[in-house]
């Protein structure tokens, strides 16, 4: 399931990608960009530095910043910073049903199409501040 | 998300595909068949009854069937009985995100996926008793 959390998880690190290579970015900055709470932002920006997604410094000019090119990141890396299994919950269970095919398939197909965007492809999305495309 | 209670409730619904024509089947017959515990079965059945999925007889002969063919009920008739969306809570915030566009196209190509697979496609599958596709 993708919970609240990786939806603004995946803002945060759009938000980095939009600064990459202009240093830090603190977390206020991020937050007041993308209409997050800070308190909540900092939870969100700790568990993707322990998926090795974002790097942290310390001292006056501070801040965030992504541990590698928007390019070579994708929304399953976010997706999988914050969630077990996009689709449903993994137990002993599932692996017995003998119709668990249709949920593992599903399930292959989303990460497959979150392992095709990058996150620098969304960088032009983020800044236009609205949905660009209308389902 | 794809809870528990989705994919007991696709194999309550392949076991009564299995059984169609042939009459109303009791809940313990199909919890037996499918080591699923009856009251949660009957619980799981009565939300597919609401959903109209199913129909029920009371009597000797009482039970429950589908109400309508096996091969106009697909797999995601079933998951949009228990679950309001796929892959993400619904809410205000949802609908105002920028990059909402990501989830959404997700969550239409796995709603795609579970519409093409019919009930009726998967009785071979719960009868064999095992896993046929290993992924």
Do not use: C
Not at 17 to 40: C, F, M, N, T
Not at 44 to 64: D, F, N, P
């Amino acid at each position: 399931m993708i919970s609240l959390k990786a939806q603004y998880g995946l803002k945060a690190i759009v938000a980095l990608a939009a600064h990459y290579g202009k240093g830090a970015l603190q977390a206020k900055e991020i937050a007041g960009s993308q209409d997050v709470p800070v308190r909540y932002l900092e939870l969100l920006l700790s568990q993707l530095r322990r998926a090795r997604l974002v790097e942290a410094t310390r001292g006056k000019k501070g801040g965030y910043f992504l541990s590698k090119k928007p390019n070579t990141i994708s929304v399953y890396d976010i997706v999988a910073a914050f969630e077990g299994s996009v689709l449903f919950p993994q137990n002993g269970r599932n692996r017995k049903d003998s119709l668990s095919f249709v949920w593992k398939e599903a399930e292959k197909s989303v990460v497959k199409y979150f392992r095709s965007i990058k996150v620098s492809d969304l960088v032009p999305k983020l800044k236009s501040g609205k949905e660009m495309y209308h389902i």
